[in-house]
């Protein structure tokens, strides 16, 4: 397999107001450590995959399907083949006009100057491929933690240690004829949320695949975000999670990167490349819908959110549904991906790798589309099924059938259906 990449900036030039936290209210005030997009271009008896990797929240659905568009236009790709995959970053700049925006306030000026880095990057990876052979790596990180607690009958964003997460470190290496090192995949699922601070910068991910770049300096690496939509960082004060500093966020991402240096002096796995693809989309039906009289009210609400989602909804006819968009990516032997364009609880990758124990879960690709929780989750209530709608600018909240729906589409792909 061949192996092209590059390393764009990618921090404002513009005053932005970064994305995740409401209580940020104003433009970034300081930027801590700069965000950086990563690209990975492969390519395997012609046939293409391009992950692009960004310190990003997300990737807005908008952006991705007018950039796509662009993409293939530009390069000779495969609009199905072309992966923008984000971090989960809570201190990063926007890329999407299609919440309220207490979540997310758009901003177009830097939607362009993204794109632009984004074809810059792109040409530059096409430009440096180079053979390279794979080996996958397995190992541990604790910095994770359960999210969601029941006190007196409803759910609370706190710590619980009763219930178990996934842990698991996946790495791929991609090694020169040379064996020198041209890159690394690194999977692990955990919000990238340690700071509220109204600073730039990339978060415990993107911190340590600088530490990376520096101890691998001819190489570059991206992180793959997991089915972490009820997993957080593990920095907690007594029974609750607290928000910390950049100095904080150092510390994790050196926890993170020495785990990382440690699985990679395990014995690997040698790797046969696929790089096959497949692709499902799934409609998420919703519930709880209001009237258009209703929403029409809404837009005249003394509260400015409620106007907001009014106005969103409005924009996309009050639709009962959502589409989420799984893809199969057939990577290697030993290792696949499974995609999905939205926050995504644990318990889907869960029952992925129950079907097939080489399938690797990620989230935050191409595109967001909200919460994805499970049936019991949906049930219980909370912050995820319930209070992000508002947010994500959804017209009702998703059924519990969803969860039947999304397994069903998980075995089609991992059956080749």
Not at 301 to 326: H, T
Not at 337 to 350: D, H, I, P, R, W
Request: with cysteine; net charge neutral.
């Amino acid at each position: 397999m061949k192996l092209g990449i590059s390393k764009i900036k990618i921090t404002p030039q513009n005053p932005v107001r970064l994305c995740g936290y409401a209580t940020r209210t104003s433009n970034f005030e300081e930027v801590k450590e700069d965000i950086y997009i990563r690209i990975h271009a492969y390519n395997k008896d012609n046939k293409d995959i391009l992950f692009i990797y960004g310190d990003l929240l997300w990737w807005g659905s908008d952006f991705v399907k007018n950039i796509k568009s662009d993409l293939i236009k530009k390069f000779p790709l495969e609009k199905n083949n072309i992966f923008f995959i984000a971090s989960h970053n809570h201190s990063g700049p926007p890329t999407s006009n299609l919440f309220t925006s207490p979540l997310e306030t758009y901003d177009k000026k830097y939607s362009e100057f993204l794109k632009q880095k984004v074809v810059e990057g792109i040409k530059k990876a096409l430009e440096n491929m180079e053979e390279v052979t794979g080996e996958i790596y397995y190992g541990k990180s604790n910095l994770n933690v359960f999210r969601r607690v029941i006190v007196d009958g409803k759910v609370t964003m706190a710590p619980n240690y009763d219930i178990e997460v996934d842990r698991n470190l996946t790495i791929v290496g991609l090694y020169r004829k040379d064996h020198t090192l041209k890159g690394l995949i690194i999977h692990y699922p955990c919000h990238a949320n340690i700071s509220n601070e109204n600073y730039i910068q990339p978060d415990y991910p993107g911190v340590a695949l600088r530490m990376l770049d520096e101890k691998f300096p001819s190489s570059v690496s991206i992180f793959l975000q997991g089915c972490t939509a009820d997993i957080r960082p593990n920095f907690v004060l007594g029974n609750k999670f607290v928000s910390g500093t950049y100095k904080e966020v150092i510390k994790f991402a050196t926890s993170f990167y020495e785990d990382c240096c440690k699985t990679l002096k395990t014995d690997p796995l040698l790797l046969d490349f696929n790089l096959k693809t497949s692709k499902k989309e799934v409609i998420l039906y919703e519930e709880n819908l209001k009237t258009l009289d209703e929403i029409i009210l809404m837009l005249k609400s003394e509260v400015e959110v409620e106007r907001e989602w009014a106005k969103k909804v409005l924009e996309k006819d009050n639709r009962n549904y959502e589409i989420m968009e799984i893809n199969k990516i057939d990577f290697a032997d030993k290792i696949s991906f499974l995609t999905f364009n939205a926050e995504v609880s644990q318990y889907y990758s869960k029952f992925a790798k129950s079907l097939d124990k080489n399938i690797i879960s990620m989230a935050y690709t191409n595109g967001m589309i909200g919460y994805i929780c499970t049936k019991k989750q949906i049930s219980e209530g909370g912050y995820e099924p319930e209070g992000s709608a508002l947010y994500f600018a959804l017209s009702g909240t998703y059924k519990p059938e969803i969860e039947e729906k999304i397994h069903n589409n998980i075995k089609k792909l991992i059956r080749g259906e």
